[in-house]
């Protein structure tokens, strides 16, 4: 369940919780910088319990013939999974801007085909020799590796893009989808007559997290106790654990055979005997 609160709002929870709101001690600039920084933490710590499907986004893109990498949307922040599919829509095959590294994902919630996806995985250093030597030109072929932030030209302006890196080299346009965990917004929105104040998403509850952590902060800079905001957060951080431990109550963890042992034994004809690991 949604509970947005925008940061003005968690910046008075913060000050409530401190009982600092007349106080004239915490500077308005400082606080606003603990909530962000609170709101950052939170959002780390929801996506580690498991909780990035409440913020992820689909990207949707298409290769360019000869150009092994693709720049990533300016919003990234952490990779789920990569598809590949080999119809194209004609819509995303356009030429890439002049100096450019490779084309642009274009916006989430994009559904460009219905069918023909298939999940590819990353490659290891030891695994790139091979990829560079392979001439395929199948898209199900692929493998990927996220290479962090570089600096990328983009029509009149410079601007530093996660890049994805797709070998072998492609030989034809295909398409590729992106479902990814989104940066934390906490600043302004600005483009309109004035800046809006972001919209932070505590989902169940969670928000209350920013609250006694910057009040924590103030208290202890202040140099008073914080005993009482210790138990609350300590009941905070128990539910994440709990979160983290079962997120998806109706399916539970899956034992995968990523050494490929078990298809190497059926391939040569080995019985398969139940194991338990």
């Known amino acids: 369940m ?3 609160v925008t940061i003005s709002e968690l910046t008075t929870r913060a000050l409530r919780r401190a009982k600092m709101v007349n106080s004239q001690f915490p500077d ?12 950052a933490e939170l959002y780390d710590k929801l996506i580690a319990a498991r909780g990035a499907h409440y913020y992820m986004q689909r990207a949707e893109g298409a290769t360019i013939t000869g150009i092994p990498a693709m ?16 119809d194209v829509s004609a819509a995303l095959v356009t030429p ?11 916006g989430a919630g994009v559904e460009t085909q219905h069918n023909g996806w298939q999940l590819i995985s990353p490659f290891m250093d030891q695994e790139l020799p091979n990829l560079l030597n392979s001439m395929s ?34 030989q034809n346009p295909f398409l590729i989808r992106i479902e990814y965990i989104p940066i934390a917004s906490t600043e302004p929105i600005t483009g309109g007559p004035a800046p809006v104040d972001p919209v932070v998403n505590g989902i169940n509850g969670w928000e209350d997290y920013v609250a006694i952590r910057v009040a924590m902060t103030l208290l202890d800079e ?8 210790e138990r609350d957060m300590a009941r905070l951080e128990a539910r994440l654990e709990a979160l983290a431990a079962s997120r998806d109550e109706g399916r539970s963890e899956r034992v995968q055979d990523t050494q490929g042992v078990l298809d190497a034994q059926l391939m040569w004809g080995i019985p398969v005997r139940p194991r338990w690991w």
Not at 73 to 86: E, S
Not at 159 to 167: G, M, R, S, T
Request: with cysteine; hydrophobic share 40%.
């Open 2 to 4: 949604a509970r947005t």
């Open 28 to 39: 308005t600039g400082e606080v606003d910088r603990l909530v962000r920084e609170a709101v």
């Open 71 to 86: 720049t990533l949307a300016p919003d990234f922040y952490k990779l789920c999974a990569v598809y590949v599919n080999r």
């Open 96 to 106: 890439p801007a002049s100096g450019s590294l490779a084309r642009v994902f274009i």
């Open 137 to 170: 030109a199948t898209p199900y072929a692929s493998q990927y590796r996220l290479r962090g932030q570089q600096q990328i030209q983009t029509f009149n302006s410079t601007a530093w893009l996660d890049i994805l890196e797709i070998q072998p080299i492609p």
């Open 222 to 229: 202040e140099e008073s106790s914080t005993t009482h905001l």
